[in-house]
């Protein structure tokens, strides 16, 4: 189990940007591999990053991809998400999440494969 502490959200204009950080407690970090997700008013939680235990390997959402970057210091037991060129359709709170995972490289989409959330960081994108 890892106890999991979002910051970093924010108000910012359209084509602003910001960076997400999600800080986990413990000494096992680095044995999970790590995501986040946003939900917004009135819509389901919905997959945006994840990035496998070691950090080599990472995916994104259609809609993240060219403008965020997931990563990760393990030394640090720290998540990133660095979010450019935000939209107002970005307009959210993001999660972070951790699983545990024995697999160095895989990585996780689906939100019921994740066992530890965050309380969330609320992201407003004006336009």
């Known amino acids: 189990q890892v106890q999991l502490v979002e910051s970093g959200g924010g108000l910012v204009q359209a084509g602003g940007s910001l960076r997400l950080s999600c800080a986990a407690s413990?000494?096992?970090?680095?044995?999970?591999?790590m995501g986040w997700f946003r939900q917004a008013p009135g819509k389901e939680r919905e997959f945006v990053a994840a990035i496998s235990r070691s950090g080599y390997n990472s995916t994104y959402t259609d809609s993240a991809k060219g403008r965020f970057t997931i990563s990760r210091d393990n030394a640090k037991n720290t998540l990133y998400l660095q979010m450019n060129s935000l939209k107002p359709e970005d307009t959210a709170v993001y999660y972070c999440?951790?699983?545990?995972?024995?697999?160095?490289?895989?990585?996780?989409?689906?939100?019921?494969?994740?066992?530890?959330w965050g309380q969330g960081t609320q992201v407003t994108v004006s336009s």
């Open positions: 413990g000494r096992t970090f680095s044995t999970h591999a």
């Open positions: 999440a951790a699983r545990a995972s024995r697999d160095y490289s895989s990585v996780y989409q689906l939100a019921r494969n994740y066992d530890n």
